[in-house]
């Protein structure tokens, strides 16, 4: 099956409202599918905007990457672009498609070196969680704002 930019798109909604679900649950590793899948709800609304510019698949990984080949900043308000991209570096930075290899005690110990947890109080994975899931929800809701349009 070949994806399209719509199957791309509808996967994106599904992740991140998987994602939304999972964080609010009482599953043991909440934390950990909620932190993967709001990054590949963002990895697939860009896979969506980049199939509609171009049939060839994409093989990097890297949201930062994929958001400027899909020209997503072109969607964002010209006064939250410096905003936009700052989130989507961020992102980038705490989350790697190579997470779904990693055990959610890997992924602890990916953020904790990135330093990403620094200055947070409580549960430090739990924080990461709830940032990906937020930032997350930003793009995504973004990129579905202007994919009805």
């Known amino acids: 099956m070949k994806s399209t930019a719509d199957n791309y798109f509808e996967t994106s909604l599904e992740h991140l409202a998987r994602a939304q679900e999972l964080f609010i649950g009482e599953r043991v590793d909440r934390d950990y599918f909620a932190h993967y899948l709001s990054g590949l709800a963002v990895k697939c609304l860009l896979r969506a905007y980049l199939r509609i510019q171009t049939d060839g698949f994409e093989s990097n990984h890297s949201l930062d990457y994929l958001a400027h080949r899909a020209n997503f900043y072109d969607l964002v308000p010209v006064k939250k672009v410096e905003e936009y991209a700052t989130i989507m570096a961020e992102l980038t930075r705490r989350w790697n498609a190579n997470h779904r290899y990693f055990s959610a005690s890997d ?3 990916y953020l904790h ?3 990403a947890d620094a200055n ?3 549960d430090q994975f739990r924080n990461n969680a709830r940032y990906a899931l937020v930032q997350a929800t930003e793009i995504v809701r973004l ?3 202007k994919w009805e349009k």
């Open 107 to 109: 992924v602890k110990i």
């Open 113 to 115: 070196e990135l330093k």
């Open 120 to 122: 947070q109080r409580g």
């Open 143 to 145: 990129g579905e704002r």
